[in-house]
C-alpha cells in the first residue's frame, strides 16, 4: 500500500503494511531517528511528534491513516546547524543525560511556549506530564524552560 505525507515539509511516500506504527516508519523506511522508541506503549512521550498541528506518540499511531499528513519531527524543529530555543536552553542547562527523553521534550515544549509564551513553573511542571526521564531531575528541565521566557521578557 502507498501512503503520501509530508514530513518536515518533505513530501514523501511510505509503501508497505498501513498496521505499521509512525515511529516504525519514521525510524526505518525514512531514517528519522530522532524519536525515540522507548516504551512503546504511548506513556514516555520519547516519541512525540505534531500530526497536523497536534502532538501525538508516534508509536500508537498507525501510518495507514495518515494519508496527506502534516508530520513534524524532531528533525523538523531543528538540526545540528541550526538548534532551536529549547535544544539551546537545555544545553545550556546541561539537561540531557542519556538522550532518550529528549526528542520528546523539545517537541512537547515547543508547542507548548508557542502556545504559551510566558509559562509559570507549575503550567511547565503540569505540561510535562506525559514525558518522562529517568536521569535528570525535573527541575533542571523546568528551569531551561523558564529560562527561555525570561529571555523573550528582558529583550
Known amino acids: 500500500m502507498t501512503i503520501r505525507l509530508k514530513i518536515n515539509d518533505e513530501n514523501l511516500e511510505y509503501h508497505g503494511d498501513p498496521r505499521a506504527s509512525l515511529l516504525e516508519v519514521l525510524r526505518t523506511s525514512f531514517r528519522l531517528t530522532g524519536s525515540k522508541s522507548v516504551c512503546c506503549e504511548g506513556f514516555c512521550g520519547a516519541c512525540t511528534v505534531r500530526i497536523n498541528g497536534e502532538l501525538v506518540a508516534s508509536c500508537l499511531q498507525a501510518v495507514g491513516v495518515l494519508e496527506e499528513a502534516d508530520i513534524t519531527t524532531i528533525e523538523g524543529v531543528g538540526s545540528l546547524e541550526q538548534i532551536n530555543s529549547i535544544q539551546r536552553a537545555f544545553e545550556e542547562h546541561d539537561v540531557v543525560q542519556c538522550g532518550m527523553c529528549f526528542p520528546g521534550m523539545v517537541m512537547t515544549f515547543t508547542a507548548f511556549l508557542e502556545a504559551n ?29 523558564l529560562s527561555i521566557t525570561m529571555k523573550s521578557k528582558v529583550t
Open 117 to 145: 509564551p510566558n509559562p509559570t513553573r507549575k503550567e511547565l511542571k503540569a505540561f510535562m506530564s506525559g514525558n518522562f526521564c529517568r536521569c535528570t531531575g525535573y527541575e533542571r528541565i523546568v528551569d531551561a524552560l
